[in-house]
C-alpha cells in the first residue's frame, strides 16, 4: 500500500481548511504569532495508511532557539520517511513512529546549532488513538458532553506541577516560567512517552496541538467550543479565540503570543 501525506510547514492559514481522515474528518489551522515578522516555526503532517486509520503530527520549533523552524521540519521528514519505509516493508506504524522519532533527535542534534523542537504525533486505527509525544504539544479527547477523556501531559517545569498536584491549572497557565520546556528533540536526553491505546466514541473530538493553543485557552474553554457544532465551525471558533486571546491585554485571561498550530479530529457520526 502506498501512503498518502500532506504536510505544512511555515503555514500562513486565515481560515481553517478540511480533508476527510481515517473514517471521519480532520480540520487543520496553522499561523505565525501576530507579534513576529519571521516565519512560522510549527510544522504538521497528515498521513493517510488506510481508509480508517493514519497518523497525525505536529512539530513545534523552539523560538529561542536557532533553526526552530529547520528542525520542526526535520522532525516531520523523519516521520514520513519512517513510515513509508514501513509501509513498504508491511510493517504497523508503532515501531516506525518510535524509530523516526529517534532519528529526529538524531537529525536536529547534527545540525549543531542548538537548535529544538517539540513533537507530537498521533497514531489512528479504525476507532482506536495511541499519542507519541516529546515536549509541551498536547492532545484532548472531549466527549459530546465537553468531559475530558483524556489528555497528555505538557513535558515542562509547569506542566510536571500540574500532574503532580503541586500547581492548579489556573495556576499553570499564567505561571511566569509556562515557556519552559524540559524536554525536546535535539537534545542527548530526550524521553518518549507512549500514551495508552484508548478508543474513540463516535461523537468524541480529538484536539492535537501545539502550546500556542493551550497557552492562550483553558481546557474548559477548549471543551465547549469542541463539544458540539460542525468540525468547521469548531476550528473557526478555537483560531479566533485563541489569536483574540494573544492580542488581548485582561489579566484575568492568559494572553501568550505564540505561532499557532492545532488538528481537530472526529470520526464520521452512525447516521452518515
Known sequence: MTICSQVLTDGSDEMPWQVPFAGGELSVFSRRSPEKQTANEDSLAIVTLGETNGVIAIADGCGGMAQGGLASRKAIDAL??????????????????????????????DLGTGAATTFICV????????????????????????????????????????????????????HEDRHLVSNVLGSPD?????????????????????????DNLRFPEICDIVRRGPLQKVTREL??????????????????????????????????
Open 190 to 214: 530526550t524521553r518518549i512517552e507512549i500514551g495508552p491505546r484508548r478508543r474513540l466514541a463516535p461523537w468524541d473530538t480529538l484536539v492535537l496541538a501545539s502550546d500556542g493553543l493551550f
Open 80 to 109: 514520513l520517511n519512517g513510515l513509508k519505509a514501513a509501509t513498504d516493508a508491511g510493517e504497523g506504524p508503532r515501531a516506525a513512529i518510535l524509530d523516526s522519532i529517534e532519528q529526529a533527535n538524531r537529525d536536529v542534534c
Open 123 to 174: 497514531e489512528i486505527d479504525r476507532s482506536f488513538v495511541r499519542p507519541y509525544h516529546v515536549g509541551d504539544s498536547q492532545m484532548l479527547v472531549v466527549s459530546s458532553r465537553g468531559r475530558v477523556k483524556f489528555e497528555t501531559g505538557a513535558h515542562s517545569p509547569v506542566g510536571y506541577g500540574v500532574q503532580g498536584g503541586f500547581l492548579s491549572p489556573e495556576e499553570a497557565i499564567h
Open 239 to 272: 483560531a479566533r479565540q485563541a489569536l483574540a486571546r494573544m492580542a488581548a491585554t485582561d489579566p484575568d485571561h492568559p494572553s501568550k503570543p505564540d505561532d499557532l498550530t492545532f488538528l481537530v479530529y472526529r470520526q464520521r457520526s452512525p447516521t452518515r
